[in-house]
């Protein structure tokens, strides 16, 4: 069995969406991240960055934490042996998992924020990170552009990062009724993607948890402590 720890966001995504394919058993457990769960010493033991994704494998003969939704996608993979591509293909199976683990996500993650969650709408850091997040969608945009998946001629766990964030491209660039129609590459392969049985079940997990919505101070306290002084956060 499997413990999954997630909060309905693009990096939990990912990893249900593994789950999904790969029909391993798994149990999904809620951490709601705007109450601050994820802050708690119990989940602190599980993940001491304080952040979901966060699995817990107790099908090994010693149970297994994971943390981090790339390493997550990378251990599932290795002990399912599926959507890891061939051996010819780590090497550029990992650069696409990292580019989108270190770039994509991080840079659509702050064009998040800057443009919905910041109390300020600072030009600069919105002008920085939506560009940043529309020079990645370049990139995997002009790749795309001859193959039907990241790598290979194969469904990988590459795809699986990526359709996490491309998912959310509405909200990472905003003022479009259409964010990917500069993308068309990208478009073609997230439908590709999306069509797919597992990736409905992935969106819909949670839905029968209440998530806490409000954008209150003590939403911005858990999800952002380290906007406020370190020593508030500690105990």
């Not at 780590?90 to 993650?109: A, M, N």
């Not at 993607?193 to 003590?218: N, V, Y």
Request: no cysteine.
């Amino acid at each position: 069995m499997i413990h999954f720890y997630f909060h309905p966001t693009p990096n939990p995504a990912k990893v249900a969406l593994f789950l999904e394919e790969s029909g391993l058993d798994y149990e999904a457990v809620p951490v709601d991240t705007s109450k601050g769960e994820q802050h708690t010493p119990e989940f602190r033991t599980i993940n001491p960055n304080g952040k979901v994704p966060a699995i817990v494998d107790s099908s090994a003969a010693t149970p297994v934490r994971v943390f981090d939704s790339s390493a997550i996608l990378l251990y599932l993979a290795d002990k399912t042996g599926r959507f890891a591509g061939t051996p010819e293909q780590r090497g550029e199976l990992l650069s696409w998992l990292f580019f989108i683990g270190s770039g994509l996500g991080p840079f659509s993650g702050q064009a998040v924020h800057f443009q919905w969650a910041a109390p300020e709408k600072l030009p600069y850091a919105i002008n920085r990170y939506r560009r940043e997040a529309e020079r990645h969608y370049d990139v995997l945009n002009q790749h795309l552009a001859d193959r039907d998946y990241i790598v290979g001629d194969d469904y990988s766990i590459a795809d699986m990062s990526a359709w996490g964030w491309v998912d959310r491209a509405a909200r990472v660039m905003p003022g479009s009724e259409d964010p990917l129609g500069p993308y068309a590459h990208i478009q073609r392969w997230f439908n590709r993607i999306d069509s797919r049985p597992a990736a409905a079940r992935a969106r819909a997990l949670g839905q029968e948890h209440t998530f806490k919505k409000e954008m209150d101070e003590a939403a911005r306290r858990a999800l952002f402590p380290s906007n406020y002084p370190q020593d508030e956060n500690r105990g």
